[in-house]
């Protein structure tokens, strides 16, 4: 690959690159969806998704960790797939991750007056239209796209303001959990938890086939690794410790929902962590804080994912693929701009496009990133083999076994999407991996084969 002779300021540290990987990972769903899960596959199976789902993440996330370390450089997914497997595996790669982290963008617009909402009711101003049953109301685009505005404004003006942002809005996130916690430790019930196990138990797997969308975020770390200031094995350490604590996030804040409303209420909960919130503490002030919470994951996994669509389609750029207007760094913020730029414009369009296709935007790009978590192994095991002596500051013992073990268990959450499966993609979302495979289809032939 061609590298650019202007790269990226190194400015992130420890806490800074923690705390982008963990808040990009919890994001909204721990406020919006926990009652759904708890109710889809009860108090324990939640747990039990988590833990298989993490299981599988963790596997992946030691290959990535490695690789991280051994290459930090910009870009990623698509570094180690382009020295390892070569171009065009490694487009395709890339493509599928680059729809993953663009779908999470365009969805954090939609989710932010939804969250908004909740603290002030009065933010509907009237309905545009309705799309797929999905009414477009205008004050719920006017504040999508402000929020678009603000987040691509701190990202284009450099990763120092983004990771401030970070930081404060991370420390307010594990504030609003911490207030759960508590009023669960105190107030909750073992028995309100029951059923332990939903039945059917198939709930379960409805609940682990959304374990990659929500715990895609990690990833981050490596894509901005030319902007971290930290010696490359911690690089490491800190990529495979943040997807511990998400895990352990996940499951802690859905046991304290299950524990602070039966299961036969949560299906009438409009946002259950809140609702529990409310519950455990007998006051509106404790839901309050949770939404606040909720709004910071809106807004911490939008600024990690504006920052890793943007590296992605950096390093795309780079190698030939994407226009090279997407590969130059702003002058004095030293940051991709036309790349933010472009993410920020999807997400300024997405509000008027209502929820469902939204959601079904965001189960595409779930199934995107597993196809890239099944790459990165492939890479980690090639690059072992062909290159035994590259520097592996953090090094994975027994290769062999996670580099297969984390491929099998991505070709395992790979084969829930598919047809057949009790938690297959709907056919709206079939289309939407169809369309985006033919488009990048035609950008390959447009950019390698130009003359064709």
């Excluded at 084969?415 to 009790?422: A, E, I, K």
Aim: proline share 6%; glycine share 10%; net charge neutral.
């Amino acid at each position: 690959m061609a590298e650019s002779s202007e790269r990226f300021a190194r400015v992130l540290k420890t806490r800074a690159v923690l705390a982008l990987s963990f808040s990009a990972m919890i994001g909204w769903s721990w406020v919006l969806f926990t009652g759904l899960w708890v109710e889809e596959a009860g108090s324990i199976g939640v747990l039990i998704a988590f833990g298989v789902g993490g299981l599988a993440i963790g596997c992946i996330a030691f290959t990535y960790a490695e690789l991280a370390s051994a290459l930090p450089k910009a870009g990623g997914e698509h570094v180690y797939t382009h020295i390892a497997l070569g171009k065009s595996w490694s487009f395709v790669c890339t493509w599928a991750l680059l729809v993953a982290y663009a779908t999470v963008c365009v969805f954090e617009s939609v989710a932010l007056p939804t969250a908004v909402e909740y603290l002030v009711p009065s933010i509907r101003l009237g309905t545009l239209w309705t799309i797929v049953d999905s009414p477009v109301d205008v004050g719920f685009v006017l504040v999508g796209i402000a929020g678009a505005v603000a987040m691509t404004a701190v990202n284009y003006i450099g990763i120092r303001a983004a990771s401030v942002v970070q930081n404060i809005v991370t420390a307010a996130i594990v504030g609003a959990g911490v207030v759960l916690f508590a009023g669960a430790f105190w107030e909750g019930s073992i028995a309100t938890a029951k059923p332990f196990v939903a039945t059917p138990a198939v709930g379960v797997l409805s609940v682990l086939i959304m374990v990659p969308a929500l715990m895609v975020g990690f990833d981050v770390i490596p894509q901005s690794a030319e902007e971290i200031d930290l010696p490359p094995r911690r690089i490491g350490v800190l990529l495979t410790f943040s997807v511990a604590l998400a895990v352990l996030w996940y499951g802690a804040i859905s046991f304290a929902v299950a524990s602070a409303i039966p299961n036969a209420e949560l299906g009438s909960a409009d946002m259950a962590t809140a609702d529990a919130a409310t519950a455990l503490w007998n006051n509106p002030w404790a839901g309050y804080a949770l939404v606040i919470g909720g709004i910071g994951g809106i807004l911490t996994s939008w600024n990690a994912f504006i920052i890793g669509g943007s590296r992605v389609m950096f390093a795309l750029a780079e190698s030939g693929t994407l226009p090279a207007v997407f590969a130059r760094l702003h002058p004095r913020f030293r940051t991709p701009h036309a790349a933010i730029v472009a993410l920020g414009v999807l997400a300024c369009v997405s509000p008027f496009f209502g929820r469902t296709i939204l959601v079904w935007l965001v189960n595409t790009g779930s199934l995107a990133v597993v196809v890239a978590y099944i790459f990165v192994p492939v890479a980690f095991l090639v690059l072992r083999r062909r290159q035994p002596d590259l520097p592996r500051p953090f090094q994975v013992r027994l290769p062999r076994l996670v580099g297969v073990t984390a491929i099998v268990l991505g070709l395992g959450l790979f084969c829930l999407y598919l047809p057949g499966s009790p938690s297959a993609l709907a056919w709206p979302e079939w289309t939407i991996v169809l369309i985006w495979t033919a488009l990048g289809a035609v950008v390959w032939i447009w950019r390698v084969y130009p003359r064709l």
